[in-house]
Every structure is written in structure tokens, then in C-alpha cells.
């Protein structure tokens, strides 16, 4: 079975801190992962993908995250924290072997400190 | 406009009522989707559609019902509201395939409370 672990719900660092949002996932058979982003009223947004290509994956507003099978973690990093940057961030993992449904975390919201 | 479009936005309704929230989709997939948002535990899934005669249920199903009436509509039912049912609800659409073409795409939501 598929699943996604983010921890920390809530997450609060300074402007222009690095910002570090955790994510490990579970899969018996090699993901994809996912990244998505919801600011206040919206919809979901991808933020950024990894499909089995460069395990370094880079983003949208300069957000990067890093597969590590060995540790299967996905963590979503970006250096300097922007205001603009305060939302809900969800990871997800999908699988061929699932119709490539999606199983989504429980999200965290990260707070931008000025 | 979008390319994922949910309507009503916002609803309020009564216990007991049926309600229906709609979804259209102009990015011409075939994949559909159906979740439902609550506070501290993500979006959890309802029902999906892979075409029009392929439904199926996701992980919390029971009290919901589908429609997929073509490629670009898939609407979501409750025939008998609940205040258990309150919740922030996404339709989301995909492309067949894997690899970069395994994106979903998600609707803005509707805002459901049951009253």
C-alpha cells in the first residue's frame, strides 16, 4: 500500500530563512511524487514532480525537493523564505500499479515570520 | 478561464437534503477525481473516473454518489446531507499515462457546510 508521511503540521520560519517541509512516503514499487501547493481560497497547485529522472527536482518560486530512496523522503526545501510563501503544502505519491491514483499527506502550513 | 471549474463555490444546506457539486474540465482528459479536504487530514479521495464508463470508488465513498455525463463533467452527490459531510470539496482531472503526464489538476473547490 501507498502512503505519505508529512511531518510537522505546522511549520513557522523567518523571512528569508530556509525553509525545509518534510515528506517520506511508502511504496512497494518505485513512486511518483509530488509536491502541491494551496494558498488561502484556492485550488491545489504543483509546486513540482519527481517521475524517475534527476532525483534533485526543481520547482516553481524556487522551491527544490530531493528523492532519497534509501531514506524514502521527498522533502521540499527552499533557501529564502518570501511572505508570499505562507500556504498549506501537501506531498503525494502515486503508482502505476494503482492507476496512478493519488494518496495525498495530511499537509503542513508554514508560517512566514517578518 | 479555468481549466477545471466547480460549481457552486460556496454551499450552505440542510440535513437531509440532496445536493449536487459540479466539475468541468476543458483540458480534455479522461481522468476525473473527487476529494474531500478536511482540516489535519489532506485530501482523502471519493470517487475517481478513468472515462465515462469506467467509475470508481476511492477511499471514503459511502454517502457519496458520481455522475460522469461526458469527457469533460463529473458530478458529485449527496442524497442525504449530514453535517459530517461539512467540507472543503476538489474535483481534480488528469491525463492517461505515467511519468510527466501524471499530473493532477484541481478545481479552486466548493465550500460545503451542512447545517
Known amino acids: 500500500a501507498q502512503s505519505v508521511t508529512q511531518l510537522g503540521s505546522h511549520v513557522s520560519v523567518s523571512e528569508g530563512a530556509l525553509v525545509l517541509l518534510r515528506c517520506n512516503y511508502s511504496s512497494s514499487v518505485p513512486p511518483y511524487l509530488f509536491w502541491y501547493v494551496q494558498y488561502p481560497n484556492q485550488g491545489l497547485q504543483l509546486l513540482l514532480k519527481?517521475?524517475?529522472?534527476?532525483?534533485l527536482v526543481k520547482g516553481i518560486n524556487g522551491f527544490e525537493a530531493e528523492f532519497k530512496k534509501s531514506e524514502t523522503s521527498f522533502h521540499l526545501t527552499k533557501p529564502s523564505a518570501h511572505m508570499s510563501d505562507a500556504a498549506e503544502y501537501f506531498c503525494a505519491v502515486s503508482v502505476a500499479n494503482t492507476g496512478n491514483q493519488f494518496y495525498f499527506g495530511t499537509g503542513t502550513s508554514l508560517t512566514v515570520i517578518p | 478561464d479555468a481549466d477545471v471549474t466547480q460549481t457552486p463555490r460556496n454551499r450552505i444546506t440542510k440535513t437531509g437534503k440532496r445536493i449536487m457539486l459540479e466539475c468541468s474540465q476543458t483540458?480534455?482528459?479522461?481522468?476525473m477525481y473527487w476529494y474531500r479536504q478536511d482540516p489535519g487530514l489532506g485530501l482523502r479521495l471519493i470517487y475517481y473516473s478513468f472515462d465515462v464508463k469506467d467509475i470508481n470508488k476511492g477511499e471514503i465513498s459511502d454517502g457519496y454518489s458520481v455522475s460522469r455525463q461526458a469527457q469533460a463533467k463529473f458530478s458529485l452527490s449527496l442524497e442525504s446531507a449530514i453535517p459530517n459531510q461539512t467540507a472543503l470539496y476538489f474535483c481534480?482531472?488528469?491525463?492517461?499515462?505515467?511519468?510527466?503526464?501524471?499530473?493532477?489538476?484541481f478545481g479552486a473547490g466548493t465550500r460545503l457546510s451542512v447545517l
Open positions: 483540458k480534455g482528459h479522461d481522468r
Open positions: 519527481y517521475t524517475s529522472a534527476a532525483t
Open positions: 481534480a482531472t488528469s491525463d492517461t499515462g505515467t511519468g510527466s503526464r501524471n499530473i493532477q489538476y
